[in-house]
């Protein structure tokens, strides 16, 4: 047998070599003593055989940076002049297109079925069932019209059923947009690839590339799959993989085995030799061989991240499913004590029989579930949170998920990306060096001084400290500063672009930036510092043609003018006519330009890189005042003790140089020449300049002219806006992809860190770093404050978020503006996306968006989230008190075996109509004083406490005796004793009532119409004042009065004068509305008994207030407020 297996192996081998011919994949492979074939990477047959030969390709465990590129090659069965078109057809069958995949999303049936899976919107579901059947029992035995039966009796069950539908309407409507972050996440794929098939350059869609495939990629080019890069096609290939890392610095690549990583599954930001799919090439060109595609690439496990990601219930929506389910086991016990409480009464002769007896308590068992539900509630938290939404627009916070808006409420954490969050997110020149003079200790004087340059982003507005920008560059024209304008602006091929269409009124609505830059961001920041500098455009014109000098520019000035008049003026006084590109050994990068008249003619070489690699090429330097020096060993130090100094802070620091026209003579002998020769010889064909390894000794000789220090700024409003956060008890981690150094510097400018000269210890991690040490550990870590995480990969935010959530209970907030970011603003309790600099992934898998991309305005929707907490805490509290009164009532009227005070109808109206507008005008009340001194509530204290509980049902239980005392009242004025009125089921039987008046008339007709009235009309007044009152949950009317919340006045009046119409309706020519709601006009004696009863439940608020706060201070004295987290 093991001959045959052997024989077998074989001819499968060989059949693996004519595969090409046949179509058939060939990725076959003999390892650990099996033959195996792939199909979409999973094993579909193994023989035992005993010869190993080449690693398999697996899609998902394939670490292509640390792997050698001879070694790659094998395992991708691919080479240099990439695949066959048949080889190509044959794995994209096998491995499947390029692209990522998406779920199928629920159907409009599945969405509509999920928005019943609500306990609360069960049980009315269950109420109007069962409302519904009784109501049709009842109709069948009921001699009145049908007409009249089926609307008195079916308009509740439809009323019910209306508010279920218009419910299930918004929670579809909002469901819409579940699958958005996996489509914008399709959106950051190439579309188009240049790949080599049949050892020819062709233009495909992206999506039909392969593993093995050979692609092109050049400037602008947007990587379509995860590639190794194998050769350069430029001096240099750099790449932005700031939506994939969330670095804003571009990352320069190396090809084939340069860019090797001896350690394997290092960090996306760690691997030179890689491209990955959706960043950009913004220099040069070069060759790759895909080793990723679609799901597998780096894109593609952020995409299973977001799909995986989880976010967990809001706090409130925990709380409401709670109380569901509370409410659910209440009703059922006082539906059923009602019931069997009344079992008795059920043989009474007024009812045919014994089943018309049940079916009528059954009906008053229902209406008293109805009293129990407060159907208005979830309209009313949608409404609440919708108005929240609103004002959080106006301060600049989007919301795209209305529960979130509660959240932010109890937000303990906020994990925050640096990058675009707490930064501006673009390169900045901060800092210039210049050699002021001659080191002289006899004289003094500093030898290096360092300007700090005004200004953020990419706007040219700002000056440099202690310089006259325009003054020194026009009439110094050949000190170190114009020297350092002129670097800055001609070194470079970036610019900035001016928007004139942005106004200070639009920049808001369509987040417009009035400068943009085109080009590296380093670049960018350096022509922005020519800029500042001036000189080559010393006066502008605005846009009506007057003179205006750069130092009193304002923003009025159009941008396009203030964009870059200097650097276009240098461009075009000094044309280049020949670039010595940036390589990686030299670390810098010089152009040739020519000028031939005026003070500066002839050609000059302007270079910028690396310090301590030019530092070493230069041999003189240039002082402020323009005299050139040589460069002594003395001033090499004190540069190099400047530069430590820079780069701890850190600053990504240049060194800017110049090389003159005699100089390059020296070094390109006869070149100035052919300058000269108007025979039309082509300066760029030099063979000095044609050839990279001459380009070092080109730069030699350099004449030093100054230090740029370029940095991500901090927003300056953030480090306030996390003192503001510590003062709320809210920690904030920082969690970048940036490297230690970096994080670290920020983390002090914005008060994660204290100061430097604190003593405080440092406690900053990578990533892989953290996660190597014990749980128990990581723990601890996370619970203490000042917390920064590096190097951080997507994986790692989402795995921080998870353990913040799951191990110490936190509600996380996540902030973030890059692709890395969505897994985690998808995990979080609350996820915040930047507006501005915000990727559309970002923006899609988070709850908030902030329109100004500022990190303090995360403070003010956290004080609106803490205020619109308070007041859902407010108005839930009023309509389940209101509720506690209505249950009170039925319960208390049923074991007295009283006739029914309220029926159904009386408690949906009370509940829908009544209650809603008062409740609702209770989200607007004003945010309580010192509402952000506060530490963030527990995430799982409960809306009502035992104290609230306890004094809602006081209140209660004076409504509910409150409400059948006036029902009582009016029948003991009529001569009908309480025990009468105990056994009314048997009036005609054992008694008989006073006068001509009918049993049947007095308490199933007209005659209960107006007892049911007042009843109605006491319940509907209380409620009201119980709406006054709660204004403020604590104090007391006298000190926070109505008048503190006009919207409040209105809920109340409304209301009361829709109960007024429906109260005299008949009056006003509607009698059929008072019929269906069974209700008479009241008279001014009415209306004395209505507010004699319905007054004290003011006085018994204000009671309970007074004992509430009495009770809160000896809390207070016994138990220490709860200490926020100091950073």
């Known amino acids: 047998m093991r001959g045959i297996a052997a024989h077998l192996a074989i001819f499968l081998v060989v059949l693996s070599d004519i595969s090409t011919a046949l179509a058939l994949p060939r990725l076959v492979s003999i390892r650990g003593g099996g033959v195996r074939f792939r199909k979409n990477n999973q094993l579909s047959t193994q023989l035992q055989v005993a010869t190993p030969v080449v690693q398999e390709y697996n899609a998902t465990t394939l670490d292509a940076g640390s792997t050698p590129l001879a070694e790659l090659w094998k395992i991708l069965q691919s080479s240099t002049t990439g695949l066959t078109t048949a080889e190509a057809k044959a794995r994209l069958e096998q491995y499947g297109v390029n692209e990522l995949q998406q779920a199928a999303p629920l159907s409009i049936w599945e969405l509509i079925l999920e928005q019943f899976s609500d306990r609360l919107v069960q049980i009315l579901l269950g109420v109007a069932v069962l409302s519904a059947l009784f109501s049709w029992m009842e109709v069948r035995q009921s001699s009145i019209d049908i007409e009249e039966a089926v609307w008195k009796s079916f308009v509740e069950p439809a009323v019910i059923l209306a508010i279920l539908v218009l419910n299930a309407a918004v929670g579809v409507w909002q469901s819409q947009s579940a699958a958005d972050s996996l489509a914008a996440l399709q959106q950051l794929q190439a579309r188009l690839a240049t790949v080599l098939r049949d050892q020819t350059l062709t233009v495909i869609p992206a999506a039909e590339l392969v593993p093995g495939d050979v692609i092109q990629v050049r400037v602008g080019d947007k990587i379509p799959a995860d590639a190794r890069l194998i050769s350069l096609q430029s001096a240099v290939l750099a790449v932005d993989e700031g939506s994939l890392t969330g670095e804003s610095m571009t990352v320069n690549k190396y090809p084939a085995d340069q860019g090797l990583l001896t350690e394997a599954n290092r960090p996306v930001q760690d691997q030179k030799g890689m491209l990955y799919a959706g960043t950009v090439v913004t220099r040069g060109s070069g060759q790759a061989v895909v080793v990723q595609t679609g799901v597998y690439t780096q894109f593609g496990k952020i995409q299973q991240g977001v799909t995986e990601a989880v976010a967990p219930k809001t706090p409130l929506a925990i709380k409401l499913d709670d109380f569901g389910q509370t409410l659910t086991v209440v009703i059922a016990i006082i539906c059923l004590a009602v019931w069997v409480v009344s079992i008795p009464k059920m043989n009474d002769p007024t009812f045919s029989s014994t089943w018309e007896g049940a079916l009528y308590y059954a009906k008053v068992s229902v209406a008293l579930g109805v009293a129990a539900i407060p159907e208005g509630l979830p309209a009313v938290i ?97 000190g170190a500063v114009a020297d350092v304008a002129a670097v800055c602006a001609l070194c470079n091929d970036a610019k900035i672009i001016g928007n004139d269409a942005v106004v200070e009124e639009k920049k808001d609505k369509d987040n417009v930036k009035p400068f943009e830059r085109v080009g590296e961001p380093t670049e960018a920041a350096l022509c922005v510092l020519a800029e500042k500098l001036g000189g080559m455009s010393h006066y502008l014109e605005d846009g009506d043609g007057r003179k205006v000098d750069r130092k009193g520019l304002h923003i009025d000035v159009a941008p396009s003018i203030l964009a870059s008049a200097n650097v276009d003026a240098w461009r075009s006084s000094y044309p280049r006519v020949a670039t010595l590109e940036f390589s990686r050994d030299r670390k810098s990068m010089s152009v040739l330009c020519n000028y031939r008249s005026g003070l500066l003619s002839g050609n000059r070489l302007y270079v910028k890189g690396a310090p301590n690699l030019l530092l070493e090429r230069c041999t003189n330097v240039k002082l402020r005042d323009g005299t050139v020096v040589k460069l002594t060993g003395e001033m090499r130090r004190a540069i190099e003790i400047k530069l430590s100094d820079m780069a701890a802070r850190p600053l990504r620091c240049l060194a800017l140089a110049v090389k003159d026209t005699n100089q390059l003579e020296n070094s390109l002998k006869n070149f100035q020449s052919d300058l000269n020769d108007d025979s039309g010889a082509d300066i760029t064909k030099h063979p000095l300049l044609s050839k990279p390894e001459t380009y070092k000794h080109i730069e030699s000789g350099l004449t030093l002219v100054g230090f740029v220090g370029i940095k991500d700024p901090a927003r300056p409003e953030v480090a306030e806006s996390i003192r503001q956060c510590t003062a709320a008890g809210i920690r904030v981690l920082m969690i970048t992809g940036d490297a230690r150094d970096t994080a670290v510097a920020i983390a002090r400018d914005v008060n994660i860190f204290p100061s430097e000269d604190d003593g405080s210890p440092i406690k900053a991690f990578e990533g892989r770093e953290f996660f190597l040490k014990p749980k128990n550990e990581q723990l601890k870590i996370l619970s203490e404050d000042n917390i920064v995480f590096c190097r951080a990969e997507p994986a790692d935010k989402q795995k921080l978020v998870q353990m913040l959530q799951s191990s110490l209970s936190e509600i996380t907030a996540m902030t973030g503006d890059g692709v890395n970011d969505a897994p985690a603003l998808q995990q979080a309790s609350i996820g915040l996306a930047m507006g501005i600099t915000g990727t559309e992934v970002a923006k899609e898998a988070a709850d908030m968006i902030l329109a100004d991309d500022n990190f303090s305005t995360i403070v003010t929707a956290i004080e609106e989230g803490r205020r619109i907490y308070a007041n859902m805490q407010s108005f839930i509290c009023f309509l389940i008190s209101c509720n506690i009164g209505e249950i009170c009532a039925i319960f208390f009227a049923t074991l007295a075996g009283f006739p029914e005070p309220l029926t159904a109808m009386h408690l949906l109206w009370v509940n829908l109509v009544t209650d809603g507008p008062p409740a609702t005008a209770l989200g607007f009340n004003p945010p309580a004083p010192g509402l952000m001194d506060a530490a963030p509530r527990p995430s799982d204290e409960p809306i009502m406490t035992k104290w609230l509980f306890l004094r809602y049902c006081i209140t209660g239980m004076y409504v509910g005796l409150a409400t059948i005392a006036v029902f009582a009242q009016h029948y003991l004025a009529q001569g009908i004793s309480l025990s009468e009125l105990s056994s009314w089921s048997q009036c005609g039987q054992f008694w008989s009532p006073q006068g001509a008046t009918t049993c049947t008339e007095l308490f199933q007709g007209s005659g209960r119409m107006l007892p049911q009235t007042l009843s109605l009309t006491t319940l509907v007044t209380m409620e009201m004042f119980k709406a006054l009152s709660a204004v403020s949950v604590d104090q007391s009317l006298f000190r926070v009065g109505p008048q503190s919340n006009p919207w409040l006045l209105a809920g109340v009046a409304v209301p009361s004068l829709l109960h007024l119409f429906v109260v005299y309706s008949s009056s006003l020519g509607f009698p059929k509305i008072g019929e269906s709601f069974g209700l008479v006009p009241l008279s001014l004696d009415n209306w004395v008994t209505v507010l004699s009863w319905a007054a004290p439940i003011l006085i018994l608020e204000e009671v309970l207030k007074a004992v509430g706060r009495w009770k809160y201070s000896e809390d207070s004295k016994q138990q220490s407020k709860r200490k926020p987290l100091i950073l």
Do not use: W
């Open 382 to 478: 949608t409404l609440c949170l919708s108005l929240g939404t609103r004002r959080m627009a106006k301060r600049n916070v989007i919301v795209r998920k209305l529960p979130a808006v509660e959240t932010l409420g109890c937000t303990s954490v906020i994990c925050t990306d640096k990058t675009g969050t707490l930064t501006t997110n673009e390169m900045t020149a901060v800092s210039l060096v210049l050699m002021e003079q001659l080191p002289d200790k006899k004289k003094g004087g500093d030898f290096l001084v360092e300007h700090m340059i005004q200004g953020v982003s990419y706007s040219p507005i700002g000056m440099v400290d202690g310089i006259e920008c325009d003054r020194e560059v026009m009439n110094k024209p050949q």
